[in-house]
Nanobody
Framework: QVQLAESGGGLVQAGDSLRLSCAASGRTSSTFAMGWFRQPPGKDREFVAAINWSDGSKLYGDSAAGRFTISRDNAKNTMYLQMSRLKPEDTAVYYC?????????????????????WGQGTQVTVSS
C-alpha cells in the first residue's frame, strides 16, 4: 500500500501560478506511475497528467493544455504539478494517484478506476 499526501492548494487569482506536491510513503518501491486528477464542483473526476516513475515519461490530459507541467523527485518520493496561467475553470479538488501496474498508456491512465492509491485531495480555487 502506498500513502499519498497532497499539498500546495489554495486561493489564487486568474493568471497566477501554483505548484502542487504529492508525497508518497509506504511501499513506494512498487510504484510504476503517479498522476494528477481533478474534480470540479458538481462534476466527475478528470485526468490531468501522469508520469512514469521509472523513466520520467509524461502524459497530459486536455485540461493541462500546455499550462501544467508534471514532474517528480525520485529521491524525495514526491510528484509535482506546476500550474501556470490559472483560470477560474481550473477550480477543483486536485487528487494525486499512484499505481503499480506497468502499463503507461494514455487510454489506461485517463481512467480513474485503474489507479490503486489516492490521496485525500487539495483544493485549488481560482478567482476571476
Amino acid at each position: 500500500q502506498v500513502q499519498l499526501a497532497e499539498s500546495g492548494g489554495g486561493l489564487v487569482q486568474a493568471g497566477d501560478s501554483l505548484r502542487l506536491s504529492c508525497a508518497a510513503s509506504g511501499r513506494t518501491s512498487s510504484t510504476f506511475a503517479m498522476g494528477w486528477f481533478r474534480q470540479p464542483p458538481g462534476k466527475d473526476r478528470e485526468f490531468v497528467a501522469a508520469i512514469n516513475w521509472s523513466d520520467g515519461s509524461k502524459l497530459y490530459g486536455d485540461s493541462a493544455a500546455g499550462r501544467f507541467t508534471i514532474s517528480r523527485d525520485n529521491a524525495k518520493n514526491t510528484m509535482y504539478l506546476q500550474m501556470s496561467r490559472l483560470k477560474p475553470e481550473d477550480t477543483a479538488v486536485y487528487y494525486c494517484a499512484a499505481d503499480s501496474a506497468p502499463l503507461f498508456v494514455y487510454s489506461v491512465v485517463i481512467n480513474a478506476k485503474t489507479w490503486e492509491n489516492w490521496g485525500q485531495g487539495t483544493q485549488v480555487t481560482v478567482s476571476s
